[in-house]
């Protein structure tokens, strides 16, 4: 496809698991962000991804998120030991050279 | 620390109508201003951008005005339509190293164009 790709598209778990994100990125696009879109905080960039060099991790909220990014393409984002709070629609997008961000449809995070 | 403050959290309009969101800014290093639609269940579309060394931007009905001296930019849909009802965002960034341009966006603006 030629857009963002983001699986799955809804994922519903149980307080405590642990959950992994996955996003794909348009052909091409060096720079890679994921963000989390909630009611109460609205968009929050969470990191970003650019190559080799090391990833921008400053707006992950605690050291339950991680990310990786393999072979400069896909990307997985993994929640250990999801809480209530967690609960969101988590976007990703990619952009060329980082200024137009083109976002994926995301994936609904429901914890139980 | 609200940085970019958006408004109105909802607008009505009728069809033909102008629509006109207003977006501030806080931080002055911020250099890139994008505006994104996005309509439910799908993610942030990217509408239009405008960097700060010009003052208006317009694409088909969508403008963007900024002023660098109060911090604030606006967008502006002219001949509004029922297919325009969306909620869009306003959001600014800077260069953060490398191509990093990761985005601080507004709250949102639910807009509804009645027909």
């Known amino acids: 496809g030629a857009g963002v790709s983001q699986s799955p598209s809804n994922k519903v778990t149980e307080k405590g698991k642990d959950v992994e994100l996955r996003c794909d990125p348009i052909s091409g696009h060096t720079a890679l962000y994921w963000y989390r879109q909630s009611l109460g905080q609205g968009l929050e960039f969470l990191i970003y991804?650019?190559?080799?060099?090391?990833?921008?991790k400053s707006g992950l909220p605690s050291d339950r998120f991680s990310a990786e990014r393999t072979g400069g393409s896909v990307s997985t984002l993994t929640i250990q030991r999801t809480q209530q709070e967690d609960s969101a629609v988590y976007l990703c997008?990619?952009?060329?050279?980082?200024?137009?961000?083109?976002f994926g449809d995301g994936t609904r995070l429901s914890i139980l | 620390q609200q940085q970019v403050k958006q408004s109105p959290q909802s607008l009505i309009v009728q069809k033909g109508g102008i629509s006109i969101i207003n977006c501030a800014y806080e931080n002055t290093a911020f250099d890139y201003f994008p505006w994104y639609q996005q309509f439910p269940g799908k993610g942030p579309a990217l509408l239009i951008a405008i960097r700060p060394d010009v003052s208006e931007k317009k694409e088909g009905r969508f403008t963007i005005s900024f002023n660098k001296s109060a911090k604030q930019f606006s967008l502006h849909i002219m001949d509004s339509q029922p297919g325009d009802s969306a909620t869009y965002f306003c959001?600014?960034?800077?260069?953060?190293?490398?191509?990093?341009?990761?985005?601080?966006f507004g709250k949102g603006t639910l807009l509804t164009v009645n027909p």
């Open positions: 959001a600014a960034s800077r260069n953060s190293g490398g191509s990093n341009y990761k985005l601080t």
């Open positions: 997008a990619s952009s060329l050279q980082g200024l137009a961000q083109h």
């Open positions: 991804f650019q190559g080799n060099s090391a990833p921008d």
